[in-house]
């Protein structure tokens, strides 16, 4: 049977490797028999060792076997050698002892020669061999469905070790977005977070788990970290990775080798650029490639992406700079796509490029789930919704929603980095979070805003009828509302009202600026957070608008060539901290007091100063008041008998002819409340020209025209938004634009036109 065998097996080789493959597969031959069949097939000696297929094929022992090898792996575009058919003998069952496994045999076919004949006897076809007895079942994989009654976050978390599986995150993103139900986004979150948190403190048990509510946690929790601000688009506030569209499409082409034309009009029929690379990749083949020695596909071994690897790449890309920087992040992001291996990763890995994942959550619903999935998962109360029994722990769990209410008040103190309030909460615990987490210079305080008023009687009636307070109006320019930090090792940071890092805008001249002010008022090592408004103004301080200021250069790489052009002001209005004191929980009174002091050393005309500011006290009566100027304004005067209606009115003109956008009205009781609209105490409240309804010429209608449009993205994508508006003009009798208008306008609105 062997000799019989051995010719059967060598008749196969003459046939193309993809037949060979099936039949070898049917008759399930054992090693030794393939490579006597192969012996006899090359009729070459066999070297000591057995080389695989590329060192067979690289490094050929003789002309003889590499005139074989080529000739047996010819081009389809040459006439192949003629070979002498071999006489077969009959077909005969095989033992069922021999392994089925074809590709490791055949891969190292060479380990002896042989010296058997074949028998002449006419060729019959193979009888098929017995199906071979099923492998033993593999444990599966556990429920990954967040929403199932049978989803187990501690089972998934085993399962996933200490990488999770970018996969992971993009199907839970994915399923946030196809809801709109704000409770059944929370679940999901949560389910996904109590995951991620397992994969973190991965070879803990619950005990330990518990105590990190009292003691510092050991572990980093990456994973919850990069989930959270990645998902979130908040990663933008501390990485700074430069991305365009130009970058991205670039990258997109180059992984996926689309036709012309067809990634723009994908983006124009999906209105974003997720969904476009997400059918791109549907309609690509992805894993595979054509070996040389082979001639048929195989899969190409790939590693998982991991979540890791997707904020790794971010990191990679904020670190990009220089020379030929856009080759390389186009690089780095090609590489990361030819990772991905299924279309939703592509979708939500160029979303994240993009800082917006268009999942409906906002930055605030991830607090949440991260609160609730802490306060779950450190007292064993994993995928359950409701609180522990605190009867039966000596560790009693505060209620969610005071966990949830702490994470939120933590965060208004970290605004440009959420990372530090969440390594607190996961590390510490609740309490000591509240403890830790404060305002800190370097590190931007969400700012306070003002809650909008329609009318001066309706200052008047919250801050004199209904509080009895004083309060002091300020102008409210028209320019970046900004917070400048100053450490105490002489660092600056300038942080924009939504918490980004602007310092590199400014760092050309206001940087500088501040820096001689500072050092020359001896206050070098003197730590301070200031909230103002940076001005543009022209060489003789008058106010400019805003676009003006919108024109300057927007990083110090581009200002560093020159000077830029647009001179700024900076006016101060609060002090958020001073000399390591955090000052929020002080009244506006005294942080006045202490700004006007630090003001005095660092204030320089047209460069530095304070806002102008009127100050009302009430007395006794509502009528009965003193006023007080600051700023610009003249000597202190008393007028107990003015109406207080009449002296917000004035004011508020003044601040109109001045090119201020109208008046900012805060009640000197009242505390910093970061993060807060309006506040208690009557809070601060805001009297823009645009909102007066009851003061004749403050805001006049102008009549327009609509010229042009854009074509809208995202959810606006079967619409035109913004809009083009122009005005008529009478003296060359055309159209003269004026500008674009995109924000007001209903859905409603959209679909009528």
Not at 244 to 261: C, D, E, H, Y
Not at 417 to 426: R, Y
Not at 556 to 583: M, N, P, R
């Amino acid at each position: 049977m062997d000799s019989s065998t051995t010719a059967e097996l060598s008749s196969i080789l003459c046939i193309s490797l993809t037949a060979a493959e099936a039949l070898l597969k049917s008759i399930s031959p054992g090693p030794d028999l393939l490579n006597r069949a192969c012996a006899k097939h090359f009729t070459e000696p066999a070297p000591s060792h057995a080389p695989s297929h590329a060192e067979s094929l690289a490094s050929p022992s003789s002309p003889k076997k590499q005139r074989q090898l080529s000739s047996f792996f010819a081009s389809p575009n040459k006439p192949k050698p003629k070979r002498k058919t071999l006489p077969v003998p009959s077909s005969s069952s095989f033992s069922s002892s021999f392994s089925s496994s074809f590709s490791s045999s055949f891969s190292s076919p060479f380990s002896s020669p042989s010296k058997a004949k074949p028998f002449s006897k006419p060729y019959t076809p193979i009888s098929p061999a017995p199906a071979p007895p099923p492998p033993p079942p593999s444990t599966p994989a556990p429920l990954s469905d967040l929403t199932s009654p049978s989803f187990s976050a501690p089972a998934l978390a085993r399962h996933y070790a200490t990488n999770v599986p970018f996969s992971f995150v993009a199907n839970t993103l994915l399923r946030v977005s196809f809801t709109r139900s704000r409770l059944l986004k929370n679940e999901l979150l949560v389910n996904a977070l109590l995951t991620i948190i397992g994969c973190d403190t991965s070879g803990t048990n619950t005990s330990t788990a518990a105590a990190t509510t009292t003691t510092s946690s050991p572990f980093s929790f990456s994973n919850t970290l990069s989930f959270i601000l990645l998902s979130s688009n908040e990663l933008k506030k501390s990485l700074s990775i430069n991305v365009g569209g130009s970058v991205l499409n670039k990258a997109i082409t180059r992984a996926f080798q689309p036709a012309r034309g067809a990634l723009s009009k994908l983006c124009s029929t999906h209105g974003e650029m997720g969904d476009a690379v997400a059918e791109l990749f549907t309609g690509h083949t992805k894993g595979q490639k054509q070996t040389k020695l082979s001639g048929f596909f195989t899969a190409a071994a790939k590693p998982a992406l991991t979540l890791k690897d997707v904020h790794t790449l971010f990191v990679n890309l904020d670190r990009v700079h220089g020379t030929a920087s856009e080759e390389k992040k186009i690089v780095l992001i090609t590489a990361t796509l030819n990772l991905c291996v299924h279309a939703d990763q592509a979708r939500f890995l160029i979303r994240m490029l993009c800082f917006h994942t268009r999942t409906g959550a906002t930055w605030v619903s991830f607090l949440d789930a991260a609160a609730e999935a802490h306060v779950l998962s450190n007292h064993d109360y994993l995928n359950k919704k409701t609180p522990p029994d605190t009867s039966k722990t000596t560790d009693p769990a505060p209620p969610v929603a005071a966990a949830v209410a702490a994470l939120r008040s933590a965060a208004s103190f970290a605004a440009s980095d959420l990372s530090i309030c969440l390594l607190a909460l996961l590390k510490t615990g609740v309490a000591e979070m509240l403890k830790t987490v404060r305002t800190q210079p370097l590190t931007a305080t969400a700012a306070m805003l003002g809650e909008p008023c329609k009318s001066v009687d309706e200052i008047v009636n919250i801050f004199v009828t209904q509080l009895r307070t004083g309060f002091v109006c300020e102008f409210k320019y028209d320019g970046e509302r900004a917070q400048i930090h100053h450490g105490t090792s002489g660092e600056w940071r300038i942080f924009s009202r939504q918490a980004d890092e602007v310092t590199a805008k400014y760092e050309a001249d206001v940087v500088p600026f501040l820096e001689k002010q500072v050092v020359g008022a001896g206050l070098g090592t003197t730590s301070f957070i200031l909230d103002v408004e940076i001005v543009a103004v022209d060489g003789g301080g008058n106010i400019l608008p805003f676009q003006t200021l919108s024109t300057r250069k927007r990083s110090a790489a581009a200002a560093a060539g020159e000077e830029d052009t647009v001179s700024v002001c900076i006016f101060a209005f609060d002090l958020l901290y001073y000399a390591d004191k955090d000052l929020l929980e002080k009244p506006l009174r005294e942080r006045k007091k202490m700004l006007k002091e630090l003001a005095e050393k660092l204030q320089q005309e047209h460069r530095f100063q304070l806002v102008k500011a009127l100050e009302i006290e009430v007395l006794e009566a509502p009528e009965a008041l003193e006023v007080e100027e600051e700023g610009d304004m003249e000597e202190d005067v008393e007028s107990p008998e003015a109406p207080q209606a009449a002296l917000v009115l004035a004011f508020l003109l003044e601040a109109v002819s001045s090119k201020c956008e109208g008046l900012m009205v805060k009640s000197l009781s009242s505390k910093y409340q970061a993060g807060a609209r309006g506040g208690k105490m009557g809070g601060w409240r805001k009297l823009k020209k645009d909102y007066v309804e009851d003061v004749e010429g403050l805001a006049d209608s102008i009549d327009v025209a609509v010229v042009g449009g854009w074509r809208g993205s995202g959810r606006k994508k079967e619409w035109f938004s913004p809009y083009l508006v122009a005005v008529w003009n009478e003296e060359t009798e055309t159209f003269q634009t004026l500008c674009r208008v995109m924000s007001g306008f209903t859905d409603v609105f959209y679909q009528e036109r």
